[in-house]
């Protein structure tokens, strides 16, 4: 264990993890000064913690992994929620099961949207800020895709209201939400938001 140092020879449980992040962020352990400043993200990253936005909720906390063992440990505060998940499957996305489990536990409820409203919001969609800048939308059954092609192809969550969401565990969930039509587009990270418009055939 002390061949990788910091990175791995730390030995915890999952109880012992929820039980220093919830006292962490909870202001317990270090002042008000301290812990605003871990919490202050620049590029992605705090000092020593990343924020996290999953299912709409946001969390602070962090993840690790050696040798295919892994960890996340969030603590939601508006849930007062702390959650660890400790994995050593390589073959398991411990990125799905983390969301999904959250999902079953807060009992979010799962919005409904038919296969012919779907298809409203395929198309191309074009930045009104930079014409180069488009995104893609197509369509599985009920699903909407965001798709960049030979990249990415990822399906998105409907959360009602003609709105999308790509759920992330290691960057900022990106929302997309459409106009009644499915003509006009708003893309939001980290409260941010850029207009596209679809592009005519």
């Given at each position: 264990?002390?061949?990788?140092?910091?990175?791995?020879?730390?030995?915890?449980?999952?109880?012992?993890?929820?039980?220093?992040?919830?006292?962490?962020?909870?202001?317990?352990?270090?002042?008000?000064?301290?812990?605003?400043?871990?919490?202050?993200?620049?590029?992605?990253?705090?000092?020593?913690?990343?924020?996290?936005?999953?299912?709409?909720?946001?969390?602070?906390?962090?993840?690790?992994?050696?040798?295919?063992?892994?960890?996340?440990?969030?603590?939601?505060?508006?849930?007062?929620?702390?959650?660890?998940?400790?994995?050593?499957?390589?073959?398991?996305?411990?990125?799905?099961?983390?969301?999904?489990?959250?999902?079953?536990?807060?009992?979010?409820?799962?919005?409904?949207?038919?296969?012919?409203e779907?298809?409203?919001?395929?198309?191309?969609?074009?930045?009104q800020?930079?014409?180069?800048?488009?995104?893609?939308?197509?369509?599985?059954?009920?699903?909407?895709?965001?798709?960049?092609?030979?990249?990415?192809?990822?399906?998105?969550v409907y959360?009602?209201?003609?709105?999308f969401?790509?759920?992330?565990?290691?960057?900022?969930?990106?929302?997309?939400?459409?106009?009644?039509?499915?003509?006009?587009?708003?893309?939001e990270?980290?409260?941010?938001?850029?207009?596209?418009?679809?592009?005519?055939?």
């Amino acid at each position: 264990m002390s061949t990788a140092k910091g990175t791995g020879s730390i030995v915890s449980t999952a109880e012992d993890l929820n039980s220093f992040f919830e006292k962490l962020l909870t202001g317990k352990i270090l002042s008000e000064e301290s812990l605003a400043l871990m919490k202050t993200i620049k590029d992605r990253y705090g000092m020593g913690l990343f924020r996290y936005t999953i299912n709409d909720r946001q969390g602070f906390g962090h993840r690790g992994r050696i040798d295919e063992f892994r960890a996340t440990s969030i603590y939601f505060a508006n849930e007062n929620l702390a959650f660890t998940l400790i994995s050593n499957g390589s073959r398991i996305d411990i990125n799905k099961i983390y969301t999904d489990i959250l999902k079953l536990y807060l009992n979010d409820a799962i919005a409904e949207i038919s296969e012919a409203e779907v298809a409203k919001f395929v198309g191309v969609f074009v930045s009104q800020n930079d014409p180069s800048d488009k995104a893609v939308f197509i369509q599985e059954k009920n699903v909407l895709i965001n798709f960049i092609k030979d990249e990415f192809k990822e399906p998105l969550v409907y959360k009602g209201n003609n709105r999308f969401v790509l759920e992330q565990m290691y960057a900022e969930s990106i929302s997309f939400t459409f106009s009644s039509d499915g003509k006009e587009l708003a893309f939001e990270q980290g409260g941010k938001t850029w207009k596209y418009i679809k592009e005519k055939i």
